[in-house]
């Protein structure tokens, strides 16, 4: 099989999740309304905490970029995949595939990073709390924020540099419904080593480095919390909670879908796999922090007010304008 260089691709042809036209139909229906509820509850989180200025702390910070993030890393794969469908037409431009490769990569980093940031606020908030307002001031919130995005940015950038040097043979079809990088490198029919050490290097470091600084916090904040009245215990952990639910389902779902692929032999088990960390994790984060933190369940209650008193006043003016325009056209005739 004779190889072509890259610059000769033109085009890659995404599978998806089946080949079953009948099931395609439901595919689309059921990617949209996750796709929108994603959207709409990561938008009312970040919506809630600029609002309500009880929430304009640096632990309610984090997680609006959090839900930024959710919604930058599911409009990466989403929406690409529902044109698709639609078009009846698999095919992605190489130029596409390798952004949507950056884009996954940044957004997918930056959650990585922010639920690391997110733990080392919960301990400095708890073992420290005199000291809280001082250390974690706004100027420091923004560069820890500035700090996990130039991170992951460089991390994904080094990816994408990889993935621009490597060549490809006849076979583009890649067995998955977005353009990831493990499956780019499976294409390709040049020297992968130095991709392949180059992921599982930065993964190590990448993911380590995060999950470390996670534990040791945790580890403390326990330490801390075992000390405290049963008052201060509930508290302690109703703030805590929420977090590790979102750190437990971020990282359990990215080792069962590791653990997947390496029990089953079908790329498209591993591509239904791969749903649990690229849309199910995303879909979830805003509903286990509205139903977990008391303060984001006051704040969602004093939005959904506001936008209630705005759709009823709206419809006021609705039905009454076009009354006063006839009386107005009436009285000038």
């Known amino acids: 099989m004779k190889a072509a260089n890259q610059t000769a691709v033109s085009e890659f042809f995404l599978l998806g999740l089946t080949d079953d036209p009948e099931l395609l139909l439901l595919i689309f229906y059921l990617f949209l309304a996750m796709y929108l509820v994603t959207v709409l509850g990561n938008l009312l989180i970040i919506l809630a905490i600029s609002s309500d200025s009880n929430l304009h702390t640096p632990m309610y910070f984090f997680l609006s970029n959090l839900s930024f993030s959710d919604i930058c890393l599911v409009s990466c794969t989403i ?27 940044v957004f997918g980093g930056l959650e990585n990073c922010l639920l690391a940031v997110m733990a080392y606020d919960r301990y400095v908030a708890i073992c420290h709390p005199l000291r809280y307002t001082v250390i974690m001031n706004p100027q420091f919130c923004v560069l820890l924020f500035f700090l996990s995005l130039f991170i992951s940015t460089v991390h994904a950038m080094l990816h994408t540099l990889m993935a621009l040097r490597l060549s490809f043979c006849t076979d583009l079809e890649i067995p998955h419904f977005f353009c990831e990088l493990a499956q780019i490198i499976k294409l390709s029919c040049s020297n992968t080593l130095s991709n392949n050490m180059l992921v599982y290097s930065m993964a190590g470091l990448f993911a380590g ?3 470390f600084g996670i534990i040791f916090s945790y580890m403390h904040i326990v330490s801390s919390v075992l000390r405290m009245s049963s008052r201060g215990k509930y508290k302690a952990f109703s703030t805590c909670g929420s977090h590790l639910s979102v750190v437990s389902l971020f990282y359990g779902t990215g080792v069962g879908v590791y653990i997947s692929s390496v029990v089953t032999d079908s790329p498209r088990k591993r591509a239904v796999a791969s749903v649990m960390y690229s849309v199910a994790t995303q879909i979830l984060n805003p509903f286990i922090y509205a139903l977990r ?24 003016f609705r039905f009454r304008f076009p009354e006063q325009v006839k009386v107005t056209g009436f009285g000038g005739s």
């Open 209 to 211: 480095v995060p999950v």
């Open 293 to 316: 933190n008391r303060d984001m369940k006051e704040a969602l209650r004093r939005l959904s007010g506001i936008l209630l008193s705005f759709l009823s006043c709206g419809i006021c």
């Open 79 to 105: 929406p690409k995949m529902l044109v698709n469908i639609g078009a009846q037409d698999q095919s992605t431009s190489y130029t596409g595939c390798l952004s949507q490769i950056f884009s996954v990569l």
